[in-house]
């Protein structure tokens, strides 16, 4: 073990840049935490949205991505996927720039990226969004232990959905799904992918996703499908 970590800190101290799944990603940026590096070192970063998307997606689909974090699992689908449309939406504003430098270092241009939060609302006033020192618990929830926090954007989820016509839902908001699916359809969707918090949602939210998902012919995909991470994708009768 103590070997394993003498390589891990050398190969940070010497390597600006990692290769993941077929892309670079820089990881000098002070969004780079020791966990977040030592995932993309060691290849799991990220892997059970990977793996699921890597079976669903076609060749030329829209795809939401609602949570784009460090840019890494766009990056992936869109290089991999040369096709492919994604409207990406992170709302941390401090990730912007790191998502569009990863996206140039590899030359994606498939990806819009946006700073705002989705919500299925017609009231587009910003929304606190607290800050976690690990950016990946960062969320619009109150139940994160916040080191500050930010006002965000917001978009109506309905409409995105409405003008962007995605055939791919992918969803990791750190219990941002709590509100996320009230009040909106998923019929035009062929499949979801989406990360649960349940130390951040409650029980009839996790019940309400997945009532919404059977509503549209949404399924779970057990086979690529984790603990956290659920596959939805259609099942035509």
């Not at 969803?171 to 918090?197: N, P, Q, S, Y």
């Not at 996790?206 to 603990?227: E, F, M, N, V, W």
Request: hydrophobic share 45%.
């Amino acid at each position: 073990m103590g070997l394993l970590i003498t390589a891990m800190h050398r190969a940070r101290a010497l390597k600006p840049v990692l290769n993941f799944r077929g892309i670079k990603v820089p990881v000098t940026g002070p969004h780079v935490s020791r966990t977040v590096w030592k995932h993309l070192w060691k290849g799991g970063y990220e892997r059970p949205e990977l793996d699921a998307l890597s079976a669903l997606v076609r060749p030329s689909d829209r795809i939401l991505e609602l949570g784009t974090g460090m840019g890494i699992v766009s990056g992936v689908v869109a290089r991999a996927n040369p096709q492919v449309r994604i409207e990406a939406y992170e709302a941390n504003p401090a990730l912007i720039d790191a998502i569009r430098q990863l996206h140039e270092m590899n030359g994606i241009t498939n990806v819009a990226v946006h700073n705002a939060v989705l919500l299925p609302t017609d009231d587009e006033t910003p929304i606190r969004f607290n800050l976690h020192e690990n950016f990946t618990e960062s969320s619009i929830s109150d139940r994160v232990a916040a080191q500050g926090a930010v006002e965000v954007p917001v978009r109506d989820m309905r409409k995105v959905l409405a003008d962007f016509r995605p055939d791919v839902l992918v969803c990791d908001i750190e219990g941002g799904e709590e509100a996320l699916f009230d009040g909106i359809t998923l019929d035009g969707l062929r499949a979801l992918v989406i990360e649960f918090h349940p130390r951040l949602i409650s029980r009839a939210a996790t019940k309400r996703i997945y009532d919404l998902c059977a509503a549209a012919g949404l399924y779970p995909r057990i086979d690529l499908s984790s603990a956290l991470v659920v596959a939805f994708e259609r099942v035509d009768a």
